[in-house]
């Protein structure tokens, strides 16, 4: 593939992804998730059967964010039980309206890789921090699934993350040289695409405002 696409943190939002996909050029590009698929919004489980069908028969990749390894810590692990009082319950509650286990889901979500990379991108959930010697220990607060702190410029290659919202706009960093494509969907914001030429170039964005059938009303700014 010449191109990516590269899309934000979705939480749930199903309706808003069916959106942004319109704009996928699935012979021309490269799709990749930068993770954060499930909690908050209304539909989890319906975001990771459509995710995993991309991948198993579009070659699409999905970066493991923070969410999927908080789930994979309290389904299979039994740890991380804050999971389930913070919002692990309605996700749950979701999957069993479906018909649906989360445990075959939380599987899935540990073959999930951290990175992506080529020569000129490295695509993680949260980016790689200057503060960390291990960018991939999955517990540390520092790591590629939790770090909210300044991220280390990587010669040559451009970082793009999610994990942090940023309300309605990617942010580019110039001094890390990477960008942060979460734009709030699930709290009633944007979802953001970006695509890029695989060379580096920037080439176009999409913003999909959140369908609001995808927000829970907790988090709706307006009816």
Not at 20 to 29: G, Q
Not at 109 to 121: G, K, M, R, V
Not at 149 to 163: A, F, M, R, S, V
Request: glycine share 6%.
């Amino acid at each position: 593939m010449e191109k990516i696409f590269v899309i934000g943190d979705i939480h749930g939002c199903f309706n808003t992804l069916k959106k942004m996909l319109e704009h996928w050029k699935e012979n021309e590009e490269q799709l990749i998730f930068v993770g954060d698929l499930i909690d908050r919004g209304n539909f989890s489980p319906e975001t990771v059967q459509l995710v995993k069908q991309l991948v198993k028969e579009k070659d699409a990749i999905c970066i493991m964010g923070n969410h999927e390894y908080a789930c994979i810590r309290a389904i299979l692990e039994n740890k991380e039980k804050s999971w389930f009082k913070n919002m692990g319950d309605e996700t749950i509650a979701q999957y069993k309206k479906k018909g649906l286990k989360i445990k075959n889901d939380a599987k899935w979500f540990q073959e999930l890789p951290l990175i992506w990379q080529n020569e000129n991108f490295i695509i993680s959930h949260a980016g790689i921090s200057k503060f960390t010697q291990n960018p991939l220990n999955k517990n540390d607060v520092e790591s590629v699934l939790w770090t909210r702190n300044e991220l280390k410029n990587i010669p040559g290659k451009i970082q793009i993350h999610g994990h942090t919202p940023h309300y309605e706009n990617p942010v580019y960093k110039a001094k890390s040289n990477s960008w942060n494509i979460d734009s709030a969907a699930v709290y009633d914001y944007f979802l953001t695409g970006m695509k890029f030429n695989i060379d580096g170039t920037f080439l176009e964005k999409f913003k999909i405002l959140t369908v609001k059938e995808d927000i829970p009303r907790k988090f709706k700014l307006s009816e």
